[in-house]
Structures are given as structure tokens and as C-alpha cells.
């Protein structure tokens, strides 16, 4: 059983990854990897008010998003969309729990809002006017997977385009430590039903036993490949390394505990 | 659509564990609010707390996912044969076929708030016997399940503040029409935690009293907790006649506010004419809806707003929040198999605490319970961020009818 679209548009942000077009040569190995932390673009399009509220998820969901939705030249009002990440507005939430565990409970509400999972979808929704389903969705280390899963789902059963936001941002101490994601990551696609003029490639994705597999792919760059590990929406990158190759071929993506993503990557 | 089947449901409250004393409870006109004496928590409010959660044990393999929202899963779990129904289908379809559907909006956040008091006081250090991934993350309660079946299949919570046990019907219909699974699990489980009584309280959206949806006097919700769950399967060709299905979804954001509903209710409108559409049903062959009704001033009046525009001033509702209280994102989960409960039983359920109607709201709103057939329902369920869902379920009989009644 498989699941088929055609990616349309791509958006990625993350340590030394300022852009889709300008890391394909990095991810396709022509060009070296730098690490460097990663640059958050304030989100223009959020009115003032919400600019100023909103935190490192909202910004990283916007910037990734409205890349992808761009490169397919599609307007972000019209697509329904999936939203997938490990956990919500760390800071949020470690300012609340700081708060409950001190004399002082009064919370802000703002960052009572903002500590909310779907907090990056409710501002991505304000700022693009879209009024179309969204589903949000988390899954530990396997949210790329299963937000991947989802956003197949809808283009398949739904006939529909669907974008996908798969992003994780940074807890501070002292839950970085107990769950160390090192920096802000992120990757958007816009995928489509059909073929159009704007289409990058076409993916089938089915799911694999991982006892009869050799693993996910993996990074030969040690710092590429800790990235890929360390941060959940980045398990994708394998996938955005065969299509920065721009050959036919096949990469596995890391999903649950025992289950894995096999993907047929066709360029168009 | 093509309808699928709801094998097996089941629903564990601060009203009641499991179906028989859920649909006791809603017979008899009980709610579950009581005055909060939950932690350490100095607020004055109702809370609708389910009895007994400390006292549970988890499994000695799954010790690890310990903590209050996944010892309320693990209850609701074992209520009605729930738990042998899921091993029973994981048996006949394969566990990589069955797909895993859950909705929380706060996991188990309260072993976070916990261990913050007791960080070390030199190195700020949380203790170490804290477990962030089985406890805290959002997907905990999906891993404490998958582990508990022994499920293999896609896994997913969704956690879209109080819409997220509704959304995953939405997304378990998806994945079950791609062909990647045969059945599903979905449902709800979202336990109390200080995070949401004094984030809502921040926001001035908590009452003092029991809360009174619908009311003139309505002045805010009461924070309950809940597990619930659903066995879906696709439509066998015989049914029993009181057989429930799920008919249609309906999916929408409000592009207007973090946490304040669409003032006119369009966002919610759009929701349940697309469930409805999904259905291939029109508004008059809604028998009752339950409503969001989180008896907030704006969520009442936007909510009823959008209903009237669709169904009219004539279609029975209410809001089970007065007995439940808001478990948020559970109350999608707790409220279809309320839904269910009514369909199967013949039984609207009255809206507890509700005094005196809002009379500018103008619904049918049932301030006492009304024994009749019910061939199909509407649930609501919208959340922060604007997210909306709608679901419409009915009898199987009433598929049978339908063909009769339409050459």
C-alpha cells in the first residue's frame, strides 16, 4: 500500500540551512556544510500585536511556509494544511512552569495562549486569512513521519493540495536537558494531487518493517547527520537530499520505534 | 463518505466510568462538578475530577509512562471491554493495520509543573526520576497506548487545543480511506493540570460557579478531565439496527483570534455545513446537536449564532459541559460517544445548570431530558487558535430508512 503526491514547493530553515534554494547544493553534497545557529525572520505578515507576541515556533512555521507556498505560487489562503512537531512554544512553556511552581500563579494570558500545541497553526491561520482544515499533530521523534503520513492522506482522499509544516524549536534549560533539541528546524512542502508546471518531484511513500530494512539514511557529514538525529522535523532530510540530487531513487525516513518511511522519489 | 462504524466506545468521566454510569448519570441529570481542591490549586472553581486516578497502577512495562494522564487513559481504557475489543481486532486485521488517533491539549504536563518544585536548588536541575518524552510530550499518551496493544500501525496525537479528540475522526477517516489501515482507535484523554486552570483563569475565562452554558448568567467554563475512546471499523454490509456510525466531518479554521471564536461564528458555521455536506444530509435530518457550549460569553453567542444561520431556531441541542465540565481535548472524544449514548438510547440530554436561556441565543435548548428516537446527531468542538470541528453520527437503521425513503 502507497501514498502518492507531487511536491510543488519547498521551505527550510534550520542551523546553516537559510533557504531551500541555496541548501540544495549542500544537502546534494556539492557544497561543504557550516553549522551556524539559526536566523528566525520576524513574521511580517502577522499584524503588529501578534508580531510582538508570538515565539520562536510561530516565526520558524511562518518563514518555512510561506518559502514553500511561494516557490509553488499558490496562495497560503487556499490550502489546507498539516502541522507537525514535537512539542509547542518551549519557552512558553517553561515561563508557565517556572510561574506554577513559584509563589506568584498569576500567568500571562498571552503566554497562556501561546503555550498551546497549535499555536504555530491559529497564527499561521491569522496571517494567511486560511480558513481551511488543519490538522496538528505530534509524534515524539516520528512527528515528520507522521505529519508526512497526514498531508498524504488529505491530497489523496480529499483530492486536495495540502501543506505540510514540519518544525521544532528549542526548550530551555532545565528541559533542554531532558529533551535537548540544539536549535530550530523546519521544513515546509506543498504537495499536490496532480502534476503542474511547478512541480519538483513525485514521492510514493509506503511503510516498511524495520526488521527487513537497514535503517534510515543517513548524513557521510557528521554534522548533517547530527542533525538529522537530534532534531525530529530534520529526519526529513534525506528526502531533500534526493531531490536536491535530482535523480530517481529511493530514501528511508525515520518514523516510530520499529516501522520506518520508504520513499520513491521521481523528479519532474 | 462511506460511514464507518464505531465497534466499540466508551467514555470515563467526572460523571461516570464507562457507559453504563455515563448514561446513568445523563438519565438522572447528574453532573460531576464539585468545588476545586485539586493540588495545590487556590482557585475558586468547579472542576469535574475523575474519581480514583491516583489510586490506579500502571503496568510494571509501562512504568515509565506514569503520571495522571496516562493512568486516566489506562482507566478509560478498561472500561467496557474497550481494551479487549482493540487486542480482539488487532488479532483479526494484523497490529501494523490499526491505526492509533488520540487527542490531548496537555499530555502530562503536570509531572513538568510537579518536578519544577522540585528542581535543585543549586543547579536549577529538574529531579531525576523525570521522564519528559513519557510523560510531559504531547505523544505520550499514543506511545503509553501503542505500547499497551502492542499496536504497530501509524501512531498520531493530535493535539489542536479543545477540537483535538473531535479532528481525529477526521484524520483516522483519512487514513482509513487511503487503504493503509483497516481500523482505527481514536479518542481523547486530557487530565487536570494547574497549566490550564490558571491559563484560563489568566484569561478571565473560568467561573466560580458550576458553568452554566447557554445562560443568561453564564460568566465561564469549569475544567473537567476525561478519557474516551472509539473502535472504528468500516461499514460490515449487516449492522444491528442501533448500530452507531460516523457519517460526515467537517473541518475549519477562523483566521480571526488566538483565543477568542470568530464573533459571528463563520469558522464554525463552515465546520458543520462541510460535516453535514460530508453526510450527504441536509440540516433538518439533524435530530439533536451537541453543542460546544463552553458556557463563555463569546463561545455561547458565536456558537449559537452559527447554528441558527444553518439549522434554525428548532433543532434540539445542548451542551454537556454543565455535567462534564470542559475536558478540552477530550471533550470531542467524550461528547461523540455522548452522541452515541443517544443515538443507542432513544435520549436528549438536557444542559445541566442552566437556569435561565440566554434569550438572546435562540436555540431549542433542552433544559430537560426528552426520550425519542434519535437517527442522527451533530457534535461540535472548537478550540484556541480557531480550529473547528464538526461531526455527524447516526444509527444504522437510519442509513436503511434513507434508501427506503429515497427512490
Not at chain 1, 505560487?73 to 510561574?99: Q, R
Not at chain 2, 481542591?37 to 503496568?59: C, H, K, N, R, S
Amino acid at each position: 500500500m502507497t501514498l502518492s503526491a507531487y511536491i510543488e514547493g519547498i521551505g527550510l530553515l534550520g542551523p546553516g540551512l537559510s533557504n531551500w534554494p541555496s541548501s540544495r547544493a549542500v544537502l546534494g553534497g556539492q557544497q561543504p556544510y557550516q553549522p551556524g545557529k539559526t536566523v528566525l525572520p520576524a513574521p511580517a505578515l502577522l499584524p503588529a500585536a501578534e508580531r510582538r507576541r508570538c515565539g520562536a515556533i510561530v516565526k520558524l512555521t511562518l518563514a518555512t511556509g510561506l518559502e514553500a507556498v511561494a516557490a509553488a505560487g499558490l496562495a497560503a489562503a487556499s490550502l489546507p494544511s498539516v502541522f507537525s512537531s514535537s512539542g509547542g512554544d518551549g519557552e512558553s512553556c517553561h515561563i508557565i512552569c517556572e510561574m506554577l511552581a513559584s509563589s506568584d500563579r498569576q500567568i500571562s494570558p498571552t503566554r497562556f495562549h501561546n503555550s498551546v500545541h497549535n499555536v504555530a497553526a491559529g497564527y499561521w491561520s491569522i496571517a494567511t486569512g486560511a480558513m481551511t482544515p488543519s490538522s496538528v499533530l505530534s509524534a515524539f521523534d516520528a512527528s515528520f513521519g507522521a505529519g508526512l503520513l497526514e498531508a498524504l492522506s488529505q491530497v489523496a482522499v480529499d483530492d486536495t493540495r495540502s501543506i505540510l509544516l514540519a518544525c521544532d524549536t528549542v526548550y530551555p534549560e532545565p528541559l533542554y536537558s531532558a529533551r535537548p533539541i540544539p536549535d530550530a528546524f523546519g521544513i515546509a512542502l506543498v504537495l499536490s494531487p496532480q502534476r503542474s508546471a511547478r512541480t519538483l518531484a513525485q514521492i510514493t511513500v509506503s511503510l516498511t518493517d524495520a526488521n527487513a530494512d537497514a535503517g534510515a539514511d543517513r548524513f557521510d557529514d557528521d554534522a548533517l547527520e547530527g542533525l538529522r538525529t537530534a532534531i525530529p522535523a530534520a529526519r526529513g532530510l534525506p528526502l531533500l537530499r534526493a531531490i536536491a540530487l535530482g535523480q530517481a531513487q529511493r530514501a528511508v525516513l525515520d518514523y516510530l520505534d520499529g516501522t520506518r518511511l520508504a520513499v520513491a522519489i521521481v523528479p519532474c | 463518505m462511506n460511514p464507518l462504524w464505531l465497534s466499540h466506545f466508551t467514555a470515563t468521566s467526572s460523571i461516570g466510568r464507562g457507559l453504563d454510569q455515563t448514561l446513568a448519570a445523563l438519565r438522572g441529570r447528574r453532573g460531576g462538578l464539585a468545588p476545586c481542591a485539586f493540588d495545590t490549586v487556590d482557585l475558586a472553581t468547579f472542576i469535574g475530577e475523575v474519581a480514583g486516578v491516583d489510586a490506579l497502577q500502571m503496568p510494571a512495562h509501562l512504568a515509565d509512562y506514569d503520571c495522571r494522564n496516562n493512568r486516566l487513559a489506562l482507566l478509560g481504557l478498561t472500561q467496557d471491554g474497550f481494551d479487549e475489543a482493540v487486542r480482539a481486532a488487532s488479532a483479526k486485521y494484523g497490529a501494523q493495520r490499526i491505526g492509533l488517533f488520540l487527542g490531548t491539549s496537555t499530555s502530562g504536563i503536570l509531572q513538568t509543573e510537579r518536578a519544577y518544585r522540585r528542581r535543585d536548588p543549586a543547579s536549577g536541575a529538574l529531579p531525576a526520576d523525570f521522564d519528559y518524552r513519557c510523560t510531559h510530550n504531547t505523544f505520550s499518551v499514543a506511545d503509553f497506548t501503542r505500547h499497551y496493544f502492542g499496536l504497530t500501525g501509524p501512531a498520531v496525537v493530535v493535539s489542536s487545543a479543545c477540537s483535538s479528540s473531535a479532528k481525529v475522526f477526521a484524520s483516522a477517516r483519512r487514513m482509513m480511506a487511503t487503504g493503509l489501515i483497516d481500523a482505527a482507535v481514536v479518542g481523547g484523554v486530557d487530565s487536570l493540570c494547574l497549566t490550564t486552570l490558571y491559563g484560563f483563569n489568566s484569561l478571565g475565562l473560568i467561573s466560580e460557579q458550576a458553568c452554566r452554558p447557554f445562560d443568561a448568567q453564564r460568566n465561564g467554563i469549569s475544567i473537567g478531565e476525561a478519557a474516551a475512546f472509539a473502535l472504528l471499523e468500516r461499514s460490515p454490509e449487516h449492522l444491528e439496527a442501533d448500530a452507531v456510525l460516523l457519517l460526515g466531518v467537517g473541518e475549519s479554521s477562523d483566521a480571526h483570534h488566538m483565543s477568542s471564536p470568530h464573533p459571528d461564528g463563520l469558522g464554525a458555521r463552515m465546520a458543520m455545513q462541510d460535516a453535514l455536506s460530508m453526510a450527504g444530509l441536509q440540516p433538518s435530518d439533524i435530530d439533536y446537536i451537541n453543542l460546544h457550549g463552553t458556557a463563555t460569553q463569546s463561545n455561547d453567542a458565536a456558537e449559537s449564532k452559527a447554528v441558527r444561520q444553518l439549522f434554525g431556531p428548532g433543532t434540539p441541542c445542548s451542551s454537556t459541559k454543565g455535567a462534564t465540565g470542559h475536558t478540552l481535548g477530550a471533550a470531542g472524544g467524550v461528547e461523540a460517544v455522548i452522541c452515541a449514548l443517544a443515538l443507542r438510547h432513544g435520549l436528549l440530554p438536557a444542559g445541566l445548570n442552566t437556569r435561565q436561556l440566554d434569550p438572546a441565543l435562540e436555540l431549542d435548548y433542552l433544559l430537560e431530558n426528552r426520550e425519542r428516537p434519535v437517527a442522527r446527531v451533530l457534535s461540535n468542538s472548537f478550540g484556541f487558535g480557531g480550529t473547528n470541528c464538526s461531526l455527524v453520527f447516526g444509527r444504522a437503521d437510519s442509513l436503511v430508512n434513507e434508501l427506503v425513503n429515497k427512490p
